[in-house]
C-alpha cells in the first residue's frame, strides 16, 4: 500500500511514512498490539489490526491510518487461516480534517 501511494505524484505532502512489521514481535514492540490479542485472536484478525492501527495513528502523529493484515499465500502459517484471509482498517484522529 504504501509503494501505490508514494507513487503518486505529491505523495510527500500527505504521506509521513509506514510500518511493515511481519512478526508478532514487531506488532507487539513497535505498535503496541497486546501480547493477549496476538495470543487469543492472532495476527490475522479484526482486533489485531484496530490495534495496529492505533499503535501507526499514536506512534506517526498522523491524523489518518490504515492497517493491514493478512496471508497473501503461496503458503499459510502456524495462524490456520485461508491463504486470501485479510483484514484492513482506515480511520482518522478525531477532529482532523477529512483526507
Not at 1 to 26: H, P
Request: include cysteine; charge should be positive.
Amino acid at each position: 500500500m504504501a509503494s501505490l501511494l508514494t507513487a503518486i505524484k505529491g505523495a510527500s505532502e500527505f504521506f509521513l511514512g509506514s510500518f511493515v512489521t511481519y512478526s508478532s514481535a514487531l506488532k507487539q514492540h513497535i505498535l503496541d498490539v497486546p501480547k493477549k490479542i496476538l495470543e487469543t485472536k492472532g495476527t490475522i484478525s479484526a482486533e489485531c489490526v484496530l490495534a495496529m492501527l492505533n499503535g501507526a495513528l499514536e506512534k506517526s502523529q498522523a491524523d489518518v491510518g490504515l492497517a493491514i493484515s493478512g496471508i497473501a499465500g503461496p503458503t499459510s502459517d502456524s495462524s490456520h487461516e485461508k491463504i486470501g484471509t485479510m483484514w484492513a482498517r482506515y480511520a482518522r484522529k478525531k477532529g482532523s480534517s477529512p483526507p
